[in-house]
């Protein structure tokens, strides 16, 4: 008699590297969403999945995707996240294998590099955890505020000033949408395409209060048809975001290095060591 031992696959970074494939094709299928593109939304939720995270008590980040659950997925912050999980979902069905926190990640990964941007260094590992994980509302930063608060917020993630700076180089992609976030507007006029020029805009447009009944946003005075959030303009007023900020002006290159490494270890945040598959980080990228 023989029994049926059920054997636990072991995916490579091939069958990862599938996954990526699918995603980068579902970012690409998108001709009546926003600017053609669903790489900004779903970049936009492997930050919010990992931003989470305070270092003092190891709680929140990537690990457990514990916006699945209701609590997190209400919390005002991740309004129309909805979008990006969706999407997910569908590969998710396809490679029932992954965690939800590797798969959100690995599209936050996807999005930068599939518009043009850096290659950011990914390993897979995270496991699905429980509501019990759900970390509190207020862990994710609040555009209507300033630099203390802003240092606050990443701060307890362990990012510096140059990291705070070089993440907020990511509003080159996607816009505000009313029914999310109640701002409105796209950063630059290059949404789909990862660039410096959101630093570049920053200082060389002259941005205005816009008059409207929304909540407080700039304008630029020359087209009005590109927007800055509170938090974005702080980063030309106060004086060390500011220093970091014209450095990433003036220079695409480092930029995109300084970006990749924080944007890296921010999708780490949360994941004891031991869970990683990898000593090192993967470049993931389409190899086909
Ligand atoms: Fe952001 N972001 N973000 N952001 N964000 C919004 C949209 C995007 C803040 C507020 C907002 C990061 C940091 C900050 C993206 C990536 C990053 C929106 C509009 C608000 C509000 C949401 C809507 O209406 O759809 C604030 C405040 C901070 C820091 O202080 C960081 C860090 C990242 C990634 C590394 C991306 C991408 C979008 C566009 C999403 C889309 O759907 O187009």
Same mark, same amino acid.
């Given at each position: ?157 362990? $990012? ?5 700076? %070089?993440? *907020?180089?990511?509003?080159? /992609? !996607? ?79 480092? $930029? ?5 490494? %924080?944007? *890296?270890?921010?999708?780490? /945040? !949360? ?18």
């Amino acid at each position: 008699q023989t029994a049926k031992v059920a054997t636990k696959f072991t995916p490579t970074k091939a069958d990862y590297q599938k996954v990526y494939n699918r995603i980068a094709e579902i970012i690409d299928d998108a001709s009546d969403y926003d600017d053609g593109s669903y790489g900004p939304v779903l970049l936009r939720l492997a930050w919010h999945a990992s931003g989470t995270y305070d270092k003092n008590t190891g709680t929140g980040g990537s690990n457990y995707a514990t916006m699945r659950f209701e609590p997190e997925a209400l919390h005002g912050a991740n309004a129309g996240l909805h979008v990006a999980r969706g999407l997910m979902e569908k590969v998710k069905k396809e490679f029932d294998w992954i965690s939800y926190g590797d798969l959100w990640t690995l599209a936050g990964v996807c999005a930068v590099q599939e518009m043009a941007g850096p290659k950011i260094p990914w390993r897979p590992g995270r496991i699905d955890g429980f509501v019990t994980h759900v970390t509190p509302d207020g862990r994710l930063p609040d555009a209507t505020q300033g630099a203390p608060h802003i240092r606050d917020i990443f701060y307890r993630m362990g $990012f510096n000033d140059q990291e705070i700076v %070089a993440l *907020s180089g990511a509003h080159a /992609l !996607g816009r505000c949408h009313p029914d999310r976030s109640g701002f409105q507007g796209p950063w630059t006029f290059s949404p789909t395409t990862f660039t410096n020029d959101y630093f570049k805009l920053l200082f060389d447009e002259k941005w205005v209060w816009k008059s409207w009944s929304g909540p407080k946003q700039l304008e630029d005075k020359k087209t009005k048809s590109l927007m800055m959030l509170p938090t974005d303009y702080v980063l030309t007023q106060d004086k060390s975001f500011k220093k970091y900020a014209k450095a990433y002006a003036d220079d695409n290159e480092l $930029f995109f290095k300084d970006f990749s490494s %924080a944007f *890296s270890r921010l999708l780490e /945040l !949360g994941v004891p060591t031991q869970q990683f598959v990898a000593s090192e980080p993967w470049i993931m990228g389409d190899e086909a």
